[in-house]
């Protein structure tokens, strides 16, 4: 019997991951930096720590990743993200559907704690919400499970009792490491694997039929 939803965020929650792309593609552009589109995509999903090294690779020594991330936050503060308008299809819905029913939600996203606390407040979702885990507090970022292990320790449900909303490659991996049914909303931009997902669905509406259907199957 499933009896919570984790979501992930930037490409769940939020279509962020086109909106970063492009602010990152302007960036490195300015700094005339030697990088490919697969670097970019690479990115997606993953925490800013392995981003800050491999930014290391092709900036230095002209820059270091972290000095050339500084530089994207500070920019970021003068120009805030638009969350409101980077908001997925029929998410308060499916929210709301999930809440009604007595399924406990949580959140586990690479995104620094504050970019979390951020998205939500925006978007006024907060309270939809029983934990949230940032990536920033483990040691060990996606594809390592342990996210989603704390965060089904925090929610008091076992694996089998859980289904994970992702997209990219890095969360699908982590997810099935800690041995949840995953659901991969249906990647149109960057060509990601997802084939390690159980389901790919279109949009996070879908995500209700697949609730409906595991606890028939059970």
């Known amino acids: 019997m499933i009896k919570a939803v984790i979501f992930d965020m930037d490409g769940v929650i939020v279509d962020t991951e086109h909106y970063y792309m492009d602010v990152m593609r302007k960036?490195?552009?300015?700094?005339?930096?030697?990088?490919?589109?697969?670097?970019?995509?690479?990115?997606?999903?993953?925490?800013?720590?392995?981003?800050?090294?491999?930014?290391?690779?092709?900036?230095?020594?002209?820059?270091?990743?972290?000095?050339?991330?500084?530089?994207?936050?500070?920019?970021?503060?003068?120009?805030?993200?638009?969350?409101?308008?980077?908001?997925?299809p029929g998410l308060y819905e499916t929210l709301t559907h999930f809440k009604s029913r007595g399924y406990k939600i949580g959140l586990a996203s690479s995104s620094p704690r504050k970019n979390i606390e951020t998205v939500l407040h925006d978007l006024e979702i907060t309270t939809f919400f029983d934990t949230t885990s940032s990536g920033h507090e483990y040691q060990e970022s996606k594809p390592n499970p342990e996210i989603y292990l704390d965060t089904l320790k925090k929610l008091d449900v076992q694996p089998e009792e859980c289904l994970v909303i992702e997209d990219s490659e890095l969360g699908i991996a982590a997810a099935k490491a800690a041995g949840i049914y995953v659901a991969a909303i249906r990647d149109q931009h960057y060509g990601m694997q997802q084939d390690h997902a159980d389901i790919i669905i279109e949009g996070l509406p879908d995500s209700i039929d697949v609730i409906s259907n595991l606890e028939r199957s059970n």
């Open 27 to 88: 960036y490195l552009d300015e700094v005339e930096a030697d990088y490919t589109e697969e670097l970019l995509i690479s990115f997606v999903g993953s925490s800013d720590p392995i981003i800050t090294r491999q930014l290391d690779e092709i900036l230095q020594p002209k820059l270091s990743g972290k000095e050339f991330v500084k530089r994207v936050v500070e920019d970021s503060k003068k120009n805030p993200v638009p969350y409101k308008e980077l908001k997925m």
